[in-house]
């Protein structure tokens, strides 16, 4: 293993060079985006499964996104690189590599692999690129949606429906707040995760193109362009003013807002699969059963999408070798689409595949919690749709910090969701300006 970072500190071309002089002992050489332990210690493992089967060597380095984006980019054009990387399915990072001839195409490979059935239509949709044609460009690498979770237990004894339509979820807010219960936990404090709740409708509601061209740096659009962002804010304005949402939002933080859900003070709360720890402790049969679903759409007639991060991928560089291409196509299938190779993600580190796995529910050790969040995303990668981008990183640090402060502002009534959506266009407009 080598750690990419002690390189980033030299000149970019110094990186480079070192990198090119790397390779020239190996049969295969693979730059992975991960700095965590864990995460290193699987991709060792299954490496040296790999290449003991295969009676190889290869050189596996690793390091953080920035790093790796910033030395990968110059490093294949310049002829060099690695077999096979890791970056971000977006189309300003993997998307730009394609269009530069960077990557080599994956198209056949998926079909001569069998990995067209394997991995879900969400997870080839987001190696793929409209101005590229039908190329397939990469295997991604995991998936993880902001959805809703729901206390199955007031569910059944109430006889709602599961919150898996709009229809059944506006059902099940109205019982709730009949029954003198908050209908959505949710916390306004903190400022990364205070927006979750407006970015669920926002992509309950608009397709995530749309979403995207209007959040980002890059994009073209902003807010004020489609009347359905306004739509968006006014129904959060809505459910706090009809008191669906906790009294004082403002002053509950995040972790606070999954201590409300669990303590039976709200039906649902739109929170991740990084809460399914917290959830399966918090499992009382009978009374809290947390269940995770995808945020169900207002709109369905386009792809079922859900606030999140498409999450890396996998990809061969356009210099690998004849020799070295079925090396590293082979290993791609070892370390991250064969079910043995998913499975240990899943279960040893809680990484949701983008492949369809047949789980014996017996592995689950009876967390129902995290099983529902496993097939909550399984339903995202099957319904063709994606997760949307992160909003709280909306287009850069400074139009975030008016977007996060805009949603408490929201909540305590201070901006009117007209006033909220001019901010936050100004913003858009002054960031893409500089």
Avoid: C
């Avoid at 699987?42 to 003991?52: D, F, K, M, S, T």
């Avoid at 004020?224 to 459910?239: K, M, N, Y």
């Amino acid at each position: 293993m080598r750690t990419l970072n002690s390189f980033i500190k030299l000149s970019l071309i110094s990186s480079v060079l070192a990198f090119l002089s790397l390779t020239l002992a190996q049969d295969l050489e693979v730059w992975v985006a991960a700095t965590d332990p864990d995460s290193i210690a699987i991709y060792e493992r299954l490496n040296a499964e790999y290449a003991e089967a295969q009676g190889i060597d290869i050189e596996i380095s690793f390091t953080d996104d920035t790093n790796l984006n910033n030395v990968l980019r110059v490093a294949i054009a310049s002829g060099g690189g690695p077999d096979i990387a890791m970056m971000d399915v977006g189309d300003a990072n993997l998307g730009a590599m394609a269009r530069a001839g960077l990557v080599y195409p994956l198209t056949s490979a998926y079909q001569e692999w069998g990995w067209h059935e394997r991995v879900l239509p969400a997870g080839i949709a987001v190696v793929q690129y409209g101005s590229l044609g039908d190329e397939i460009w990469a295997v991604p690498v995991q998936q993880e949606a902001n959805g809703l979770w729901y206390n199955a237990a007031i569910f059944r004894d109430n006889g709602w429906a599961p919150p898996d339509t709009w229809e059944n979820f506006i059902a099940a807010a109205e019982g709730a707040h009949a029954l003198g219960i908050d209908a959505i936990s949710h916390g306004g404090k903190t400022l990364e995760t205070g927006t979750q709740l407006l970015a669920s409708i926002v992509y309950s509601l608009i397709p995530a193109d749309i979403v995207t061209d209007a959040s980002t740096l890059e994009g073209t659009s902003t807010w004020g362009d489609d009347p359905r962002f306004l739509e968006a804010a006014q129904i959060l304005v809505d459910w706090n003013e009809g008191g669906w949402l906790p009294e004082n939002i403002n002053s509950i933080d995040h972790d606070g807002s999954v201590t409300h859900f669990l303590q039976g003070k709200a039906a649902m709360g739109p929170m991740g699969p990084w809460q399914a720890s917290a959830m399966a402790d918090g499992w009382v049969d009978g009374v809290m059963e947390p269940t995770f679903l995808p945020w169900p759409a207002i709109d369905t007639s386009f792809p079922l999408t859900n606030q999140g991060a498409p999450g890396n991928s996998l990809w061969v560089s356009a210099n690998v070798s004849k020799k070295a291409l079925p090396l590293a196509l082979g290993w791609i299938e070892h370390i991250n689409i064969k079910p043995e190779a998913q499975q240990a993600w899943l279960f040893e580190l809680g990484v949701l595949p983008m492949t369809r796995e047949d789980i014996d529910p017996a592995k689950f050790g009876g967390n129902k919690a995290f099983e529902s969040v496993v097939a909550g995303h399984e339903v995202l990668g099957l319904a063709g749709g994606t997760s949307g981008q992160w909003l709280d990183s909306f287009v850069d640090p400074a139009a975030a910090e008016v977007f996060q402060n805009g949603s408490q502002r929201l909540f305590a009534g201070v901006w009117t969701p007209e006033e909220f959506i001019e901010q936050i266009v100004n913003a858009t407009n002054a960031s893409r300006a500089q």
